[in-house]
Every structure is written in C-alpha cells, then in structure tokens.
C-alpha cells in the first residue's frame, strides 16, 4: 500500500512558477504510474498530468500543457509537478495519485483508475 504526501503548494503571483512534490512510501513507487489532480473552489476534481513508469510517456490537460511539466524521480520515489506562467485559474488544492494496477509504458487519465491519494497541497495565484 502505497502512501502520498504532497509539499510545495502555497501562494504565487499570476506568471510566477512553483514546484510541488509528492513524497511516496509504502510500496514499490517505480512499478505505479502517477498522477497529479486538483480541486478548484467549487469545482469537481480535474486532471491535470500524468506519467508512465519510467517517466519516458507523460499526459497533460489542454488548460496547462507548455506550462507544467510533471517529472519523477524513481530512486527518490518523489513524484514532481513543475508549474511555470501560473494563471489565477491554477489556484486549487493538488493532488498526487497512483495507480498500482497500471502496466508498464501507459499513463491514465481518467480518476477511476487512481486507487492511492494525497490528502492535496493548496496552491493560490493572486497578485
């Protein structure tokens, strides 16, 4: 059973970058494709990037691609989400999940194939 803890989150104004982390323990970290979420005020639980295995096939949403990056690093078993030219609409609570059913090479998009998450590190864009 994997365990998730999410750092990095906090206030940045509009066109800054902020890194968030997700801290991994508990399972084999390298062998679960990952995911970061987030939760707007008011809204459903959207996603955001997603990432095989190795790292080498990642997926974003439309709203943030050339913008985020997500990244990981496997001997750390620390999963990263590289923010760059944050909009007010990026404020949310993120989320890093897992998948500890996924195959090797794949990434997933789609919420109900997460079954590990992170309680969320609140990020705010505001000037």
């Known amino acids: 059973q994997v365990q998730l803890e999410e750092s990095g989150g906090g206030y940045v104004q509009p066109g800054g970058s902020l890194r968030l982390s997700c801290a991994a323990s508990?399972?084999?970290?390298?062998?679960?494709?990952m995911g970061w979420w987030r939760q707007g005020p008011g809204k459903e639980r959207e996603f955001v990037a997603a990432?095989?295995?190795?790292?080498?096939?990642?997926d974003y949403a439309d709203s943030v691609k050339r913008r985020f990056t997500i990244s990981r690093d496997n001997a750390k078993n620390t999963l990263y989400l590289q923010m760059n030219s944050v909009e007010p609409e990026d404020t949310a609570v993120y989320y890093c999940?897992?998948?500890?059913?996924?195959?090797?090479?794949?990434?997933?998009?789609?919420?109900?194939?997460?079954?590990?998450w992170g309680l969320g590190t609140q990020v705010t864009v505001s000037s």
């Open positions: 999940a897992a998948n500890s059913r996924s195959v090797s090479g794949a990434v997933y998009s789609w919420k109900e194939y997460y079954d590990y």
């Open positions: 508990g399972g084999t970290f390298w062998r679960h494709a």
């Open positions: 990432i095989s295995w190795s790292g080498t096939r990642t």
